[in-house]
Structure formats: C-alpha cells, structure tokens
C-alpha cells in the first residue's frame, strides 16, 4: 500500500504515514496500490485499474482534505453561513445556507446537522448535491 498524499511506502495496518504525517488513505495525488500519480479528480488509477479510496467525490469522513478539527471550528463559527461548505468545493450548499441563513433563520439548523456529521465521520462532500 502507498500513501495517497506523498507516495511513500506504508504498511496495511498504519494510521500514518511516516514520510509526511498524513492520515492513511488521504491525499488525492498517489494510487494506494501501485503509488503511480493520479489526477487530484480521479476515481481509478490509470495504471492499475484499482478505484482509488475517497475517489472524485469524496468518502464519508472524507472532508475534501481539509483538517477535522478545522472544519469542526469554522462549521461551529460560521456553519450557519455555510462557509464550511465554501471551503470544501460544495459551493451549492453554501448558497442555500447563506439564503436559508437571510430568509429564513435555518442557516443554523442546517449548520448544526452538518457539525454532527463531520464529527461522526458521516459527512460525505459532493459538490452536487444539495442535501
């Protein structure tokens, strides 16, 4: 197995990878399996064929490699205007949260589901789809 964000060699059963710290299976710029470069939008590796891990939209925890923590800290800062949603390519939801934010007063509601989910590993980042 190869670190998707330097290329490295790790074991199947490291949380790290060694070379550059990075949490195993994140990263969009190496295949997992053969460690060949692969476009930063890629599902399949080219070379091997194998599906690459988080692919082009993302997995669920996956937050679009962005930091956990951060994401936590600007969702529960500025979620209700949906800047969160900005920072990880879902521009889409940011706009309706900024609408549902001015219009309505739901920005927050929507907000709070989203923090939930990212800190439970369930949010899944799909620039196309609003929900």
């Avoid at 920005?107 to 590993?121: N, Q, R, S, V």
């Amino acid at each position: 197995m190869f670190c998707r964000n330097c290329g490295a060699e790790v074991n199947d059963n490291q949380a790290i990878c060694l070379k550059c710290g990075v949490k195993a299976g994140t990263g969009n710029t190496f295949c997992q399996n053969c460690g060949n470069t692969v476009d930063a939008g890629a599902s399949v590796c080219l070379n091997c064929g194998v599906a690459l891990k988080g692919g082009a939209a993302g997995g669920a925890g996956d937050l679009a490699g962005k930091d956990k923590t951060m994401m936590i800290v600007i969702c529960l800062l500025l979620g209700g205007l949906g800047i969160h949603n900005f920072m990880m390519g879902e521009t889409k939801k940011g706009v309706v949260k900024i609408v549902a934010s001015m219009c309505f007063g739901l920005g927050g509601i929507l907000a709070l589901i989203d923090l939930i989910k990212i800190c439970t590993d369930k949010y899944e980042v799909d620039p196309t789809k609003l929900f």
